[in-house]
């Protein structure tokens, strides 16, 4: 069972930046891929952004250039930084493991940004 607790949302104008954390704990988190979703109102769930257990990284092409996916195994912890935020851009962002091999996948719980002057 993973544990999986996201921060780093809020409100923020357009063109500024926002950095999301999200802290794995309960296994081992360097067997899992991790990814970042979106969902805004009346949209269904995109990808954002991937990262691989071995870092490699894709790229929603809505995101691509102006979004980051990271990883850090030491602290269990993956992040997205997001530069030159749209107003298209505002959704609830979750971050999701996927088991490197098993059929198994959890999420956060979701956090929310809002890109609006």
């Known amino acids: 069972q993973v544990q999986l607790v996201e921060s780093g949302g809020g409100l923020v104008q357009p063109g500024g930046s926002l950095r999301f954390s999200c802290v794995a704990s309960?296994?081992?988190?360097?067997?899992?891929?991790m990814a970042w979703y979106r969902q805004a109102p009346v949209n269904q769930l995109e990808l954002v952004a991937t990262?691989?257990?071995?870092?490699?990284?894709t790229y929603a092409a809505s995101v691509k250039g102006r979004f980051t996916i990271s990883r850090d195994n030491a602290k269990n912890t993956v992040y997205l930084q997001m530069n030159s935020l749209k107003p298209e851009d505002t959704a609830v962002y979750y971050c999701?493991?996927?088991?490197?091999?098993?059929?198994?996948?959890?999420w956060g719980q979701g956090t929310q940004v809002t890109v609006s002057s």
């Open positions: 990262i691989t257990t071995g870092g490699i990284t």
């Open positions: 309960g296994s081992i988190f360097s067997i899992y891929h």
């Open positions: 999701n493991a996927q088991h490197r091999i098993a059929d198994v996948t959890y």
